[in-house]
């Protein structure tokens, strides 16, 4: 048999936790009746046993912000607060479920069940992707294998597990921006942008990641400046300059290729809700203005004070937003039906949520006070300086690893998400919202856990010949989590905290318990 990489045990093992996930939830889901939740939950009709045999093994999947994604897929944008969810995995649903082979599902089930199906087939692969992305971008950037390898073994099980299973987009932007990131370390930033396109059109937090295009080019400019300034030629610094201004130039055609998702989708939301206009460019659309509630199962189809039965183009009231400079539906939207904006969820009755949220925020805040008490010399020049005039005394020892020179941008990134999500978004998100975005929890996870002497040689030995499935769950995590007494409490504390919200994850929000 070849040799197996490290990227294939990754990816075996990304799926083998989707499917303990998935076997997990057919029990809870089964053995525990749903919570009566205030949120969106349209009346499924189980016509067959087709529909029958997916609500048994999937049922739990369709839960919170699943049923709004499952329903968008099915009858589209149907409503104004729909708006909030991006279109990219709503899409990517739409066109699988038109597809020849998926058109023989519905013989045996309803459209509903055969999307399901297909979101979670989805998940599985794009989840499993975005392991091994995650193992590349953490080997490019730790220059460290099994630092990198640890780190993607801790993505398989991070905390957020059953969110990157059910119809959320969590495992979607994680792969697409795991893949951007590594191809920008990769130096390729037009490709990056690119990708990054897909996760503005995925999830409104896509726009960040300009930040790391701008960085790329900030840095690679600084270190033409301090070219020039040693330089004698005029020539060199003639072709300098115009490299410099070249870099800029292609960093703004990035930022706005990775911006332009959004703007279109807003557009788009605004000749929806606000025209009577059937057409989007080459598309058909609907109106809102003329939409049906019927067989939708939207009961908030009145949300612009209008009735919901045959609702007249003459008759209809447009939403305010329409009037304002710009009409950009998102931001309504969010402080409308999710209550977002500064400190605006600071109450008493938050209070669980905000406990819920405080194991990955510790975890953030722990990663970004180790790392700037650390590297405070590389920090405060913004790590702009080339490492030669770095006033840095121990820089050496920083080529490799969590306080590697690299992880500074990915550690900034986190810091904007999380003051951001704790300030101003539903605190409860902040757990899936990092876990999906920053790769570098991962890699100050794999830091702080990483195996002592005897868990090495034991994982270590006899690696050569085995299969697999051996390799698997064999993996030093594993074996960490098997030998759970044998652990420091550091290891011990991120390993039970990264298990516990699985388990608990998975059993609370597939019984629509908030769990969100």
Same mark, same amino acid.
């Given at each position: 048999?070849?040799?197996?990489?490290?990227?294939?045990?990754?990816?075996?093992?990304?799926?083998?936790?989707?499917? !303990?996930?998935?076997?997990?939830?057919?029990?809870?889901?089964?053995?525990?009746?749903?919570? #009566?939740?205030?949120?969106?939950?349209?009346?499924?009709?189980?016509?067959?046993?087709?529909?029958?045999?997916?609500?048994?093994?999937?049922?739990?999947?369709?839960?919170?912000?699943?049923?709004?994604?499952?329903? +968008?897929? $099915?009858?589209?944008?149907?409503?104004?607060?729909?708006?909030?969810?991006?279109?990219?995995?709503?899409?990517?649903?739409?066109?699988?479920?038109?597809?020849? =082979?998926?058109?023989?599902?519905?013989?045996?089930?309803?459209?509903?069940?055969?999307?399901?199906?297909?979101?979670?087939?989805?998940?599985?692969?794009?989840?499993?992707?975005?392991? +091994?992305?995650?193992?590349?971008?953490?080997?490019?950037?730790?220059?460290?294998?099994?630092?990198?390898?640890?780190?993607?073994?801790?993505?398989? @099980?991070?905390?957020?597990?059953?969110?990157?299973?059910?119809?959320?987009? $969590?495992?979607?932007?994680?792969?697409?921006?795991?893949?951007?990131?590594?191809? !920008?370390?990769?130096?390729?930033?037009?490709?990056?942008?690119? +990708?990054?396109?897909?996760?503005?059109?995925?999830?409104?937090?896509?726009?960040?990641?300009?930040?790391?295009?701008?960085?790329?080019?900030?840095?690679?400019?600084?270190? #033409?400046?301090?070219?020039?300034?040693?330089?004698?030629?005029?020539?060199?610094?003639?072709?300098?300059?115009?490299?410099? &201004?070249?870099?800029?130039?292609?960093?703004?055609?990035?930022?706005?290729?990775?911006?332009?998702?959004?703007?279109?989708?807003?557009?788009?939301?605004? &000749?929806?809700?606000?025209?009577?206009?059937?057409?989007?460019?080459?598309?058909?659309?609907?109106? +809102?203005?003329?939409?049906?509630?019927?067989?939708?199962?939207? $009961?908030?189809?009145?949300?612009?004070?209008?009735?919901?039965?045959?609702?007249?183009?003459?008759?209809?009231?447009?939403?305010?937003?329409?009037?304002?400079?710009?009409?950009? @539906?998102?931001?309504?939207?969010?402080?409308?039906?999710?209550?977002?904006?500064?400190? #605006?969820? *600071?109450?008493?009755?938050?209070?669980?949520?905000?406990?819920?949220?405080?194991?990955?925020?510790?975890?953030?805040?722990? %990663?970004?006070? #180790? *790392?700037?008490?650390?590297?405070?010399?590389?920090?405060?020049?913004?790590?702009?300086?080339?490492?030669?005039?770095?006033?840095?005394?121990?820089?050496? $020892?920083?080529?490799?690893?969590?306080?590697?020179?690299?992880?500074?941008?990915?550690?900034?990134?986190?810091? %904007?998400?999380?003051?951001?999500?704790?300030?101003?978004?539903?605190?409860?998100?902040?757990?899936?919202?990092?876990?999906?975005?920053?790769?570098?929890? *991962?890699?100050?996870?794999?830091?702080?856990?990483?195996?002592?002497?005897?868990?090495?040689?034991?994982?270590?030995?006899?690696?050569?010949?085995?299969?697999?499935?051996?390799?698997?769950?064999?993996?030093?995590?594993?074996?960490?989590?098997?030998?759970?007494?044998?652990?420091?409490?550091?290891?011990?504390?991120? @390993?039970?905290?990264? !298990?516990?919200?699985?388990? &608990?994850?998975?059993?609370?929000?597939?019984?629509?318990?908030?769990? =969100?």
């Amino acid at each position: 048999m070849a040799s197996l990489s490290r990227s294939d045990v990754v990816g075996a093992f990304a799926v083998f936790t989707r499917l !303990l996930t998935i076997g997990m939830q057919i029990v809870t889901n089964n053995l525990i009746p749903d919570h #009566k939740a205030d949120a969106f939950a349209p009346n499924r009709e189980i016509a067959g046993n087709g529909d029958h045999v997916v609500d048994v093994i999937f049922g739990g999947f369709t839960h919170w912000d699943s049923a709004h994604f499952l329903h +968008i897929a $099915e009858y589209g944008y149907t409503t104004e607060s729909r708006f909030a969810f991006f279109p990219f995995y709503p899409l990517l649903l739409s066109l699988i479920s038109q597809q020849a =082979t998926s058109q023989q599902l519905l013989l045996v089930m309803s459209k509903h069940s055969a999307l399901l199906i297909i979101a979670v087939c989805i998940n599985v692969v794009f989840f499993t992707l975005a392991a +091994i992305f995650l193992y590349w971008l953490s080997w490019q950037v730790l220059k460290d294998e099994k630092m990198a390898f640890r780190a993607a073994i801790l993505f398989c @099980i991070n905390p957020a597990g059953v969110f990157m299973t059910a119809a959320y987009t $969590e495992s979607t932007f994680a792969m697409v921006g795991f893949l951007a990131m590594y191809l !920008l370390e990769k130096k390729h930033p037009v490709v990056s942008a690119l +990708i990054f396109m897909l996760s503005t059109a995925t999830r409104s937090n896509g726009l960040v990641s300009c930040g790391f295009i701008l960085y790329f080019v900030m840095k690679n400019n600084f270190r #033409k400046l301090f070219a020039v300034y040693n330089a004698k030629q005029l020539k060199t610094i003639c072709i300098t300059l115009l490299s410099m &201004v070249a870099e800029l130039l292609l960093s703004l055609i990035c930022v706005v290729l990775i911006v332009l998702p959004f703007l279109i989708f807003q557009y788009f939301a605004y &000749v929806k809700c606000c025209t009577h206009n059937t057409k989007f460019g080459f598309f058909q659309i609907q109106p +809102i203005s003329q939409a049906q509630n019927e067989q939708t199962g939207d $009961e908030d189809f009145n949300e612009f004070g209008n009735t919901p039965d045959r609702v007249t183009p003459q008759l209809f009231q447009f939403p305010a937003w329409c009037n304002n400079t710009p009409p950009l @539906i998102y931001s309504h939207i969010q402080e409308k039906y999710w209550n977002v904006g500064l400190f #605006k969820y *600071y109450e008493i009755k938050q209070i669980p949520n905000f406990i819920l949220a405080v194991p990955m925020v510790t975890l953030c805040c722990f %990663a970004i006070w #180790k *790392y700037f008490g650390r590297r405070w010399n590389y920090i405060k020049y913004l790590g702009l300086l080339p490492r030669k005039v770095k006033k840095d005394s121990k820089s050496d $020892e920083f080529l490799t690893g969590f306080y590697g020179d690299d992880v500074f941008v990915y550690i900034v990134h986190m810091a %904007a998400l999380m003051v951001f999500n704790v300030l101003v978004v539903n605190v409860q998100i902040v757990t899936r919202f990092i876990a999906s975005s920053c790769p570098v929890i *991962y890699w100050f996870a794999a830091a702080m856990t990483t195996s002592s002497v005897n868990h090495q040689k034991s994982t270590n030995r006899n690696q050569g010949q085995q299969t697999l499935f051996q390799k698997v769950v064999s993996n030093e995590v594993v074996q960490q989590v098997m030998n759970f007494k044998g652990n420091n409490r550091k290891t011990n504390l991120i @390993i039970g905290y990264f !298990l516990l919200y699985n388990v &608990v994850g998975i059993t609370m929000h597939c019984n629509f318990l908030p769990w =969100t």
